[in-house]
C-alpha cells in the first residue's frame, strides 16, 4: 500500500528572540502523528543559527556592531533628538538593505528546498505560517517549489492560518489547503489526500478553493491528549537538532485549552474553554523519554493556562524519580496554591510567566476581563518570589480606556511586588493587540479600537513587518487605534512605561524562556546582563557569538557540564 511521504516547513523570519531558536514542537507533533501511521516525513527548520548569518552578511553586520553602543548611549535629553533621528534614518537604510537582502534569501532557501524535495520525492509539503517576513518568505519558496513540480500537493497551517483563515487566498493560491486549528488529525488526513485516497471535503480543520468558492471543513480538537504520540526530535526527521543550530530546550504539550477568556486573547477559538490535560504519568513519561532519548533536561509547558494541579502533581512526580530538570510554565493568578510553589521550585521549576496585563481594579473588571484583582495579583506573585522563583508578570499597555490613573495603579502595583527583589522577575510590556477572534476583536468599538478599514483590516496585519531593528517611530502604522490614538501615539506611550519601569530597577524585555536560557548558558551572571548580551547579538546578527550561547546552554541542558 502507498504510504504518503512529506516534508514539514517552518520559517518565522529573522530570530528576535532567543526563544525563537528552540525546537518547533508544533511539526514535532505531526512528525510524531505521522511516523506512528507509517508515513515518512522530513522537518525543515530554518530558524536556526545559520540563518542569522545568511540573513545579516558581513558587511552590515559590522555597521550594526559599529552602532549599537552609540545607540545604546544615547538618552531622551532634549539635545540628543537631532542625533536620534541621524542614526533612526541610518537604521532606516539598512532595514531598507536587509529587506531586500531576505527577499533574495527566500529565493536562496527555495532552490535549496527544491533540491531536497528532487532527492525525498515527498507526496506532500506541509508550511507552517507566520506573521511578518516568515509570510513572505514561506510564500515564495511555495511558489517556486510550485512552479518546478506543479503536481505536489502544498498545504499551510501555523499562527498565521488561525489569525488570518481564508484571508490567506487573498494573497497567493498556492496552497491546497490551510488548515487551522489542530492538526495532529488533519495532517494525517491531508497525507491520504496527497495521494488520492480521501477528498478535502472529509477532512476536519480545513479551508479550500473548490474552484473559485472557499470552503470550511468542521472544527475538531483532540480530546483525549494521552493518545498523541511522542513528538519526534531524531536528527535524521528533524535535520536542524544536529549540533548546536537550536536551543535544545523542548516545549511538552501537557494541556490545552482555557477556561477563563480574557478579552484580548484568541485561545479559546483554536483549543476551546475547557482544559484538557494529559495526566501526570504521561507528562513525566516524555520528560524521562526526552532525557533518555535526547539527553534533553531542560523543558517549558506549552499550554496557555497549564493547570495548576496538573503541575503540582508532575513536580511530585519529578520528585520521587530523581529527575534532572530545570522548566518554566505560564501560570493564572486564581490557579494558584502558594503552599505548593516550595514543592514546584525543589522539582525544578525555574520561573513562572503570569499574564496579569493591568494593576488597575476598573481596566482588569471590564477591559482585560481577567476575573482577578490588583490584590489577587500582587498576593500570587509576591509568593511566587518568595519561593524563589523567578517571576514574569507581563502588561499589556496602554489599555483601551487607559487612564493616568490607572497608569500610576500599575507603576505602583509593580514596584511594590518587585522592588524589594529585582533580581527576581520581569515585567515584559506589550501595546494592545486586535485579534479578530478575541473578545476585543469580535466587538473592538465596545473596547475603544477603531479600524481603519474593517474591510481590509485581517488582510492588512495578516502582511503586517514588525521593524525590530528600528524604533517605532519609523514603523508603518498599525491598522487601528486605541481610543482614538494611532499606532505611533500609542507605541510612544509603551516606550515611556517601559522606562519609567527600567528606571524603577524593574527589569523589561524577558519572558520565562528567555530567563531559563539565561540561567541555563550561566547561573552566575544576572539575567539583566543575559537579555542585554542577547539583545546586542541579535540586533547585529553576530552568528558567531550567538553560536557560542547556544553551545554551552546545550551543554547545561544535556548536563554535560
Not at 510567566?353 to 498576593?379: A, C, H, M, P, Y
Request: net charge neutral; hydrophobic share 35%; with cysteine.
Amino acid at each position: 500500500m502507498t504510504k504518503a511521504r512529506s516534508i514539514l516547513v517552518t520559517y518565522s523570519g529573522y530570530p528576535a528572540v532567543p526563544s525563537s531558536l528552540m525546537p518547533d514542537n508544533g511539526l514535532a507533533s505531526l512528525a510524531g502523528c505521522l511516523e506512528a501511521e507509517g508515513y515518512n516525513t522530513l522537518i525543515i527548520d530554518y530558524e536556526t543559527v545559520d540563518i542569522i548569518h545568511r540573513l545579516v552578511p558581513d558587511e552590515y553586520r559590522k555597521k550594526l556592531g559599529e552602532m549599537y553602543p552609540k545607540l545604546m548611549s544615547i538618552d531622551d535629553k532634549i539635545y540628543n533628538l537631532p542625533k536620534k533621528l541621524f542614526y533612526g534614518i541610518r537604521l532606516k537604510h539598512i532595514d531598507n538593505e536587509l529587506t531586500k537582502h531576505r527577499e533574495k534569501v527566500a529565493y536562496e532557501l527555495a532552490e535549496g528546498l527544491i533540491n531536497i524535495v528532487k532527492k525525498e520525492k515527498p507526496d506532500f509539503v506541509g508550511f507552517k505560517l507566520w506573521v511578518g517576513d516568515g509570510f513572505d518568505a514561506s510564500v515564495i519558496i511555495a511558489e517556486q517549489l510550485k512552479k518546478e513540480f506543479p503536481n505536489i500537493k502544498l498545504y499551510a497551517g501555523g499562527p498565521l492560518v488561525d489569525f488570518a483563515k481564508e484571508n490567506i487566498y487573498k494573497r497567493t493560491d498556492v496552497f491546497d489547503a490551510l488548515s487551522y486549528g489542530e492538526g495532529e488529525e488533519t495532517i494525517l488526513g491531508l497525507a491520504e489526500h496527497s495521494v488520492g485516497k480521501r477528498d478535502l471535503k472529509d477532512i476536519p480543520n480545513l479551508i479550500y478553493k473548490d474552484g473559485n468558492e472557499i470552503k470550511k471543513t468542521q472544527i475538531k480538537r483532540v480530546e483525549d491528549l494521552n493518545k498523541l504520540p511522542y513528538p519526534v526530535y531524531d536528527e535524521d526527521i528533524y535535520p536542524a537538532m544536529e549540533g548546536d543550530n537550536k536551543i535544545k530546550i523542548i516545549v511538552i504539550d501537557e494541556s490545552r485549552g482555557c477556561p477563563y477568556g480574557c478579552g484580548f486573547c484568541s485561545h479559546q477559538e483554536k483549543s476551546g474553554n475547557y482544559w484538557r490535560k494529559k495526566t501526570p504519568e504521561r507528562v513525566v513519561y516524555e520528560i524521562e523519554y526526552f532525557i533518555d532519548r535526547y539527553g534533553i533536561h531542560a523543558f517549558r509547558y506549552g499550554g496557555s493556562n497549564t493547570p495548576f494541579d496538573l503541575m503540582v502533581d508532575v513536580a511530585e512526580k519529578i520528585l520521587s524519580k530523581n529527575l534532572d530538570v530545570d522548566y518554566t510554565s505560564f501560570a493564572h493568578v486564581k490557579n494558584l496554591d502558594p503552599e505548593k510553589l516550595s514543592l514546584l521550585k525543589k522539582s525544578g521549576l525555574y520561573s513562572l510567566f503570569f499574564g496579569i496585563e493591568s494593576g488597575d481594579d476598573r481596566i482588569l473588571k471590564d477591559v482585560i476581563l481577567k476575573g482577578v484583582n490588583r490584590e489577587q495579583i500582587k498576593k500570587a506573585l509576591k509568593a511566587s518570589i518568595e519561593a524563589s522563583i523567578f517571576t514574569v508578570g507581563s502588561v499589556i499597555f496602554p489599555a483601551p480606556s487607559e487612564t493616568a490613573e490607572s497608569r500610576k495603579n500599575t507603576i505602583d502595583l509593580l514596584i511594590e511586588i518587585y522592588k524589594d527583589h529585582l533580581d527576581m522577575g520581569a515585567v515584559p510590556v506589550t501595546f494592545p493587540g486586535l485579534y479578530p477572534t478575541s473578545k476585543w476583536g469580535r466587538d473592538p468599538e465596545k473596547f475603544g479600537f477603531s479600524l481603519n478599514n474593517p474591510e481590509t483590516y485581517v488582510e492588512d496585519m495578516m502582511n503586517y513587518k514588525m521593524k525590530h531593528m528600528l524604533p517605532p517611530q519609523f514603523w508603518k502604522e498599525l491598522p487601528y487605534k486605541v481610543d482614538g490614538k494611532s499606532f505611533k501615539k500609542f507605541a510612544k506611550e509603551t516606550e515611556i512605561f517601559l522606562k519609567e519601569l527600567e528606571r524603577n530597577g524593574i527589569l523589561t524585555w524577558v519572558s520565562d524562556d528567555t530567563a531559563l536560557i539565561g540561567h541555563l548558558y550561566d547561573p552566575k551572571i544576572s539575567i539583566r546582563e543575559f537579555r542585554d548580551l542577547c539583545r546586542e547579538v541579535l540586533y547585529v546578527g553576530d552568528y558567531e557569538r550567538m553560536g557560542d550561547i547556544v553551545g554551552k546552554v546545550n551543554k547545561s541542558s544535556a548536563r554535560r557540564i
